[in-house]
């Protein structure tokens, strides 16, 4: 696609160079190596990646300066911002989120160019966020509300608060690299913590529009934000032992190697969303219509690159060749192209190694025995390969057992419904599951046995993380913490308390505590 045919508002204009970083208040220049963004999406007639812009290959160095910068800002717990009154801090956020919405429409471009996502996904991942930061206000003025009292049990007052951490280090995804590392960053830096920052490979230029939002919106060092190589950048802060929460949406096994890292795990807080393998189960009784529908919108949006995904189809012997049919059928009606196009759901896979690798699964699978059963699947372009739907799939395929997070389609047809109950439970993730299926005496027990294995059990409705009021969480490999908007701030806090005991002379001290409103953690404002 030549750039003349590209509508002219989503055009790369010009390159986005981003030659600073931001540490300790101040937006530093980098005059060392720099690593190029592309984009798997084509500006010109021959296909060719664009080259979007540049960030800074910053070191060790520059890391260990971005941790200092965030211990400074935490102070030993005396810094101004983990001992800022709440409503102070909520004032920063507010500033923060004001400032960012007026970057809307340059970080949704970059959310299409840099990770393929389609327009309507990108305006929605924005406003999302927008909304995460708004609900997690309302909820932390709730949450200081609530405990903007004493107790007083067995002779002792107690005026019990959540406190921050310390230091966060704050690693997102590539598909969702706005929304999923702010639901960590904004309840992280709302609770008092400090943090620093590291955007995802792919997904990297987009926070470039709001670095000064971050800069001019809260306390010097409270957010720093890094560029590089995880390996070079992430592993020196480990290392030293300063980091108090290790904040991460990605894979099991750079979570076990960074927390591995840490000299003193016991001292490690861990907020984790890492990988699944969430299954559809499709039962006799089942609407097909609403079941294809439900199964075609879980696996295909977004090619698949959701943890949420569905990334295997158990459907009932009885059924399988009718659903297989139909379904085929609905998948090859996805319309591919660019992310502004009108109506697209499959768009461009950003990472360019992908489309190989989902070969490699198809390979494997139907060397094993399985058969392509979609006209178009498989058929691939220089940044696409159209989704396969695999049946019938087995045990001993790699797209059983590897979260494929991309577009294959597996379906495995059951007798007994043991048969896919077992192979959850044997199997490394535990997020959620979808289940497709009308009779109540069916579904009821089972119901009872999915809830122990996976943490959401959505019923006849494809698996996602949404409302974000809704707690988010798996077992075994797929997460350690819970989030939601509720439950982030309680992840990014501990509950800490004043105590003291029932006498004249404390109970005195606390009036003039409260009357002269010195302290900011002993307090009873009410927030409005
Ligand atoms: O990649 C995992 C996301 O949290 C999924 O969120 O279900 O809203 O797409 P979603």
């Known amino acids: 696609m030549s750039q003349t045919t590209i509508p002219q508002q989503f055009q790369i204009t010009s390159q986005l160079h981003q030659n600073s970083y931001l540490v300790g208040g101040q937006l530093i220049e980098w ?88 327009l309507p996904d990108s305006e929605k991942e924005f406003d999302r966020t927008v909304d995460y930061i708004y609900d997690t206000i309302e909820d932390y003025k709730q949450m200081d509300r609530d405990s903007a009292k004493f107790q007083k049990h067995d002779g002792v007052n ?64 409270v957010v720093n934000i890094i560029y590089g190589r995880g390996r070079v950048v992430a592993s020196p802060i480990m290392q030293s032992g300063k980091v108090d929460v290790l904040a991460l949406i990605g894979n099991s096994k750079s979570a076990n190697a960074l927390q591995n ?4 795990s016991n001292r490690l807080r861990l907020v984790l969303g890492l990988e699944a393998k969430n299954p559809a189960i499709v039962l006799k009784d089942a609407n097909l219509d609403l079941a294809i529908e439900e199964c075609i919108a879980g696996a295909t949006s977004f090619n698949g690159q959701r943890c949420t995904a569905l990334k295997i189809l158990y459907v009932h012997e009885d059924i399988v060749e009718e659903f297989n049919k139909r379904f085929a059928a609905k998948v090859d009606a996805l319309k591919f192209g660019n992310p502004w196009e009108s109506g697209v759901k499959l768009t461009p896979l950003p990472e360019p190694d992908k489309p190989a690798y989902i070969q490699e699964l198809i390979d494997d699978a139907t060397n094993k025995g399985a058969k392509i059963i979609n006209k178009k699947g498989g058929q691939t372009t220089e940044n696409y390969i159209f989704p396969a739907v695999l049946y019938p799939v087995t045990k001993d395929m790699r797209v059983f057992q590897e979260e494929q997070f991309g577009p294959v389609i597996p379906v495995v047809s059951f007798k007994d419904i043991d048969e896919p109950l077992d192979d959850m439970a044997a199997s490394n993730y535990g997020q959620q599951v979808s289940l497709f299926g009308q009779d109540i005496k069916t579904l009821a027990p089972l119901i009872d046995t999915l809830v122990n294995l996976v943490c959401r059990v959505n019923l006849n409705s494809s698996c996602q993380r949404g409302p974000d009021v809704y707690p988010f969480t798996g077992r075994k490999d797929s997460a350690v913490a819970t989030l939601s908007v509720h439950d982030a701030l309680r992840s990014f806090s501990i509950r800490t308390f004043v105590a003291s005991k029932d006498n004249e002379a404390n109970n005195a001290i606390l009036q003039e505590l409260l009357q002269s409103r010195s302290s900011n953690f002993v307090s009873t404002d009410y927030i409005l």
Not at 54 to 78: F, Q, R, S, W
């Open 261 to 264: 890292q840490h000299p003193k």
């Open 31 to 118: 005059q060392g190596e720099v690593s190029e963004v592309y984009s798997t999406i084509s500006s010109t007639d021959n296909y060719e990646p664009t080259l979007l812009g540049t960030i800074p290959t910053l070191g060790e160095k520059e890391a260990l300066d971005a941790l200092d910068a965030a211990v400074v800002a935490y102070d030993k717990g005396k810094g101004l911002w983990p001992t800022m009154k709440v409503v102070d801090r909520i004032n920063c956020m507010e500033k923060f989120v004001a400032q960012m919405k007026t970057k809307r429409d340059e970080v949704v471009n970059l959310l299409m160019w840099e990770i393929g996502k389609n």
């Open 158 to 221: 107690a005026h019990i608060r959540r406190g921050p951490l310390g230091v966060v280090l704050c690693l997102g995804p590539y598909n969702y690299p706005l929304n999923e590392t702010f639901a960590l960053l904004i309840p992280a830096l709302i609770m008092g913590n400090t943090a620093i920052f590291k955007p995802a490979k792919h997904g990297v230029l987009l926070i470039s529009p709001l670095l000064e939002a971050f800069r001019s919106s809260f306390p010097a060092g």
